[in-house]
C-alpha cells in the first residue's frame, strides 16, 4: 500500500507563484494540512511503514509534521521526488510567464502548460524520473509506504499507477487537505486528512 500526500498550502500557493524547483514556507493553513493529514494516517493504525519525501523545503516539512503524528518516524529524502522542473518558469506568476513568453501558454491546454516551459523538463523526462523513483519504493520491502510530494508529482504518480494518460494525467485533483491510497490491484481512493 502507498499513500501518496501533496504538501501543505505554501506562501506562493496563496498568492498563485508556480513555484517548481524553487521554496516558499508553508503557511499555518499548510502547516495544519500536514498535521491534519498525518493524523489522519495515525488513524489508520499503520504498523510497518516508511515515509519517502522529496527534498524541497516544503515536502519535507509537511512531512516532518506528518512524522510527528505517527511518533517522528524516520524520512528518506529522494531527489527524484521533487516537483517538475520549469526552468525560467520556477517561481514566477502567471502574468510573468505570460510576458515573457506571450501566448505560448494560451495554446497549451490547460494544467498541461507545466511540461511547455522552453528550458524545464517535458512530460517524458519528468514521468521517467518519477516512475524510476516509485519502481525504487515499492521494492523496498517496508508494507506501507507514505510519499510526501508536489501537485504535478501526484498527479502523474497517479496516472502511472492507473495507467492513464499523459493527457488524464493533467486532469487529475491534487487537494492539500487530502491523500490518495494506492492499492494493489491499481486502484486509487482519496482520502479526506
Known sequence: MIYLCRHGQTEFNAIGRRQG????????????QATAMGRRLA???????????????????SARLIAAELGHAPITLDPRLMEIGMGSWDGKTDLEIDTAHPGLRASVAPEAWWFHSPDGETYAIFAARLQAA???????????????AHAVVSRVIRAQWAGLSEVDSHKLSVAQDAFYALSADNTITEIPA
Request: charged share 15%.
Open 21 to 32: 524547483q524553487v521554496d516558499s514556507n508553508l503557511t499555518a493553513m499548510g502547516q495544519a
Open 43 to 61: 488513524s489508520l493504525n499503520l504498523a510497518d511503514f516508511r515515509i519517502f519525501a522529496s527534498p524541497l523545503g516544503r515536502a519535507y516539512h
Open 134 to 148: 516509485l519502481h525504487d519504493i515499492q521494492s523496498d520491502p517496508t508494507p506501507v509506504k507514505i510519499i510526501v
